[in-house]
C-alpha cells in the first residue's frame, strides 16, 4: 500500500472515529437536554393534578387550561384506584403495582412501555391525601423521532465529510509526495559510471528540500569515492606495470641463449627483487583494504616504548649508515603503552624509510614518543627539505608522492603515509604532518588512552 493511500485510509478513520466521538456526544446533549424538558413539564403536569379529582371517578374530566393535549394524568387512591385523570389517561394506572409502590416512598421518573408505546412517567406522592398518588406521563414518539432524525442525519453528514477527508487527504499527500517521485526518479536513471553533481532542489524550503540537499550532499560524496577509487586503480596499475615489466624483460633476457652463469645469477636475483616489490605493493593494498573495512587484523598488548623504538633504530641502521645518516631516540625508558607492537613498528618504519629517502648525508633523524595525558604521540622528524606546501594537505592519500616524477627509487610506491594512517586509525588515533621551521618534516602519530601504568598491568598479569 502506497504512503499516499495509507495516509488516506489513516486521515478517514481518525476523521470517523472524531466524528463519531463528536455526533456521540452531540446525540446524547440533545436527548438529555429534551428528556430533561420533558420531565419539567411533567413535573408541572402532576402539580395540578387536584384538577382532575371528581366525585365519579368512572367519569374522567379534563380541566381547562391545565393539561397539554399531549401530556395524561391520573389520580390514585391508596387502593391503585383512578379517582381523577386526564381525557387520554385510560381506565387502568399508568405504572405497575410495584412501581406505584415504590412511588409513595418518593417521586420516580421512569420510562415505560403502554400500548406498544413508549412514554415517560412521573409518578409521585398526592400531597394531603395519604396513600394517594398523582401521575403525569407523555408520549416519547416526538422525543426518538427527533432522536433519530438527528441521528441519521449526523451518520450521513459525517460519512460524506469522511469520505471527502480521504480524498482531500490522498490528493494532499500526493502533491506533498510529488517532488519525492521526481526524486526518486532521477535517483533511478543515475549511470553506474557516471555520478551527476546534483539533484533538483525545490524552492520550498521545506523538508523535501532538506531532503534533496542531503541527497546532493551524498552524491558528492559518491562522486569523490567513485574518483578516489578510479585514481587508485589507475595508481596501482601504474605501480603494478612498471615492476611486471622488468620483471618479463629480465625472464626474456634470461631465456636467451649464450648468457654465462653470472648473468643468469643477475637476472634472476633482478626478477626475484622486483617479484618481491610486486609482494610488498600487494600486501600494502590488502592492508590499506582491510583497514577500510575496519578489518584489520590487531593484537593489543603493554609495550615499553623505548625498547619498541631502540628496536626501529636499530633496525634502520643498515639503511643510514651507507649515507651518514644518523637515529636518534628520545623515549622515556618508563614510558608504557597498550597497542599493537608489530603495526606500530610496521608505520614507523615507513615513516623512516620516507625520511630516509629525502634526508641528505650527514642529517639526523629523531624518532620521539611522550605521554599527553592518558594519548600516546608518536614523532618521526627529519632534516631534509619538508614536504612542498601544496602536498601537505594530500599527503595520507595513496600512491601521493611530494616529487613529479614517478620513479620507483626515488619515490616509492607511495603508500608509506597511507599505511601509517591506517595504522594510526585502527588504534582510534590520527596521523599528521607538518614542516619543521628549521627545515625538515614531522609525522605525527596520536594514539588516545594508550598509556598506562606499567606496574599495575603487569601485576595483574602475573596474577592471572
Known sequence: MSIRLRLAVVFALASALLLAIGGWLFVSTLSNSLMSSIDSQLSVQASHGSSYLTSN????????GTNAPEY?????????????????????????????????SHAILVTVMHNAESQRVLAQPYSGRSGWLVIAAVSLESFNTTISRVTNQLAVGCSLVVLLAAVGAYFLS????????????????????????????????????????????????LRSSLERERGLIADASHE????????RGELELAQRPGRSHDELVAAIAAAAEEAARLNRIADDLLLLSRGDQDELPMHFAVTNVHQLFTMISRHAEGRMQPRGISCKVEVPIDLYAKLDGDRVRQAIDNLVENALRYSPSGAEITLAARAHGEDLELEVADHGPGFPTDFLPYAFERFRRPDSSRSRIEGGAGLGLAIAKTIAGAHGGTATAVNRLEGGAIVRLVLPNAIVDAGADLLAEDLS
Open 72 to 104: 395524561v394524568v391520573q389520580v390514585i387512591d391508596q387502593a391503585n384506584q383512578i379517582r381523577g385523570a386526564s381525557a387520554e389517561a385510560g381506565q387502568q394506572p399508568l405504572l405497575s403495582p410495584s412501581l406505584l409502590s415504590e412511588a409513595r
Open 174 to 221: 500526493r502533491s506533498a509526495l510529488r517532488p519525492v517521485e521526481r526524486l526518486r526518479q532521477e535517483v533511478a536513471n543515475l549511470s553506474e559510471r557516471r555520478v551527476p553533481e546534483v539533484v533538483g532542489v525545490p524552492k520550498t524550503n521545506d523538508e523535501i528540500a532538506a531532503l534533496a540537499t542531503t541527497m546532493n550532499e551524498l552524491l558528492m560524496r
Open 240 to 247: 603494478l606495470r612498471t615492476p611486471f615489466a622488468v620483471l
Open 57 to 64: 371517578p368512572s367519569i374522567p374530566t379534563t380541566p381547562s
